[in-house]
Nanobody, 114 residues
Framework: AQLVESGGGLVQTGGSLRLSCAASATIFSIYPMGWYRQAPGKQRDFVAAITTGGITNYADSVKGRFTISRDNAKNTVYLQMNSLKPEDTAVYYC?????????WGQGTQVTVSS
C-alpha cells in the first residue's frame, strides 16, 4: 500500500487523537498530502492539507482544533485533533494528490462520544 493510516479510535467529547499516515518515499517527497473524512451517509469532505514545503490549509470546521504536519525523515504526515466533537466522527482518509495522480489510504475510524 502506498498510504497506511493509523491512530483512530474512540474518544470522549473534548478529547484528542493523533492520526498518522505513512507514505512511500516516492510519493511523500513530491506529493502534497492531506486528510479527508467521510461520515455515514455523507460525502467525503476535505479536512486539511500540507504541501511539500509545509504550507497548510484547513476546512473551516476544524480550524483552530486540528493541526496537520509532516515528518520528512519518517515519510509520515500527522493530523493532531484536539477539542473533538461528536460531529467529527467519521472515517478519516489520508490522501496524496498532485493534480494528475491521486492516492488514498484505507481509512481509520474516529468516533467521538458525547
Amino acid at each position: 500500500a502506498q498510504l497506511v493510516e493509523s491512530g483512530g479510535g474512540l474518544v470522549q467529547t473534548g478529547g484528542s487523537l493523533r492520526l498518522s499516515c505513512a507514505a512511500s518515499a516516492t510519493i511523500f517527497s513530491i506529493y502534497p498530502m492531506g486528510w479527508y473524512r467521510q461520515a455515514p451517509g455523507k460525502q467525503r469532505d476535505f479536512v486539511a492539507a500540507i504541501t511539500t514545503g509545509g504550507i497548510t490549509n484547513y476546512a473551516d470546521s476544524v480550524k483552530g482544533r486540528f493541526t496537520i504536519s509532516r515528518d520528512n525523515a519518517k515519510n509520515t504526515v500527522y493530523l493532531q485533533m484536539n477539542s473533538l466533537k461528536p460531529e467529527d466522527t467519521a472515517v478519516y482518509y489520508c490522501n496524496a494528490d498532485n493534480g494528475r495522480n491521486r492516492y488514498w489510504g484505507q481509512g481509520t475510524q474516529v468516533t467521538v462520544s458525547s
